[in-house]
């Protein structure tokens, strides 16, 4: 059973920065394509960004050149640093097995708000 702990978010003003972590636990991780996913208010959840467990990264259009994805396996944990960030950036961020591979359990997720 994996479980999935989501921390690093916060208010921040547009073009700020935000790093956020994914802790992982209960199986092997190294093995694991990770991704990052974000809901947005009145918003279906939608793809952010992820890695595979070779360290291949793959970014939604609208994040590629700000955020960038990555991963400590020795520490069971994901990361996404977010760089020039939006108001169009806020939403509970989520981590989990990347699209197209059988997804664990969610997490509560972070929240990430972009306000001035």
């Known amino acids: 059973q994996v479980q999935l702990v989501e921390s690093g978010g916060g208010l921040v003003q547009p073009g700020g920065s935000l790093r956020l972590s994914c802790a992982a636990s209960g199986r092997i991780f190294g093995v694991d394509d990770m991704a990052w996913y974000r809901q947005a208010p009145g918003k279906e959840r939608e793809f952010v960004a992820l890695?595979?467990?070779?360290?291949?990264?793959h970014y939604v259009d609208s994040v590629k050149g700000r955020f960038t994805i990555s991963r400590d396996n020795a520490k069971k944990t994901v990361y996404l640093q977010m760089n020039s960030l939006k108001p169009e950036d806020t939403a509970v961020y989520y981590c989990?097995?990347?699209?197209?591979?059988?997804?664990?359990?969610w997490g509560q997720g972070t929240q990430v708000t972009v306000s001035s």
């Open positions: 890695i595979t467990s070779g360290g291949s990264t």
């Open positions: 989990n097995a990347a699209p197209g591979r059988a997804p664990f359990a």
